[in-house]
């Protein structure tokens, strides 16, 4: 993967699997890695306490002033015990096209996608979109609802998405 200098406005998110570990990353930024990588490759994020108690994650650093692939994105990192466990990545539903052919050259075909209209009685219909690339422990779940303005990918290895925000 090429090295990316952080311009002052934005920075480059760069986000691929690695074959040796097999790991999905943001910018250099790997599942398991410490705080300070993130605060290296994110200058601008602001790290804190997670404001609950989860067994998942007891950190988070978010950074508004990320770019991927030519769409500006919010991204969060969870950290549990110094080590990155999960990352979000949140952008406008209107970019979904030029971002998910982003993430194909970046980490290859889905292992799974599709569209879904759930129908409601008395309602609109819910259009959704989602992705899946997969390796081992580690995911990568992209989620739009096509109506909505905000749409996510998380990142994440082992239960993260399960543990989260599990009440405790």
Not at 69 to 95: I, M, N, P, Q, W
Not at 123 to 148: I, N, V
Request: glycine share 6%.
């Amino acid at each position: 993967m090429r090295s990316v200098e952080p311009a002052a406005a934005a920075l480059l998110l760069v986000l691929v699997p690695s074959a040796a570990a097999a790991a999905y990353d943001a910018n250099g930024v790997a599942l398991g890695a410490r705080e300070s990588a993130v605060k290296e490759r994110f200058p601008s994020a602001h790290c804190r306490p997670l404001e609950w108690a989860s067994l998942a994650a007891d950190r988070r650093c978010d950074d508004s002033r990320v770019e991927l692939g030519g769409v500006k994105v919010r991204v969060t990192f969870y950290l549990k015990k110094d080590a990155v466990e999960a990352f979000d990545v949140r952008f406008d539903t209107r970019d979904l096209e030029r971002l998910l052919e982003v993430l194909r050259k970046s980490y290859g075909a889905p292992v799974s996608e599709g569209r879904e209209t759930v129908e409601r009685e008395g309602k609109p219909a819910r259009r959704f979109y989602r992705a899946l690339w997969q390796s081992g422990a580690e995911r990568a779940l992209l989620s739009a609802e096509l109506t909505q303005r905000r749409a996510s990918m998380l990142v994440s290895r082992g239960d993260f998405e399960r543990e989260i925000y599990r009440v405790r």
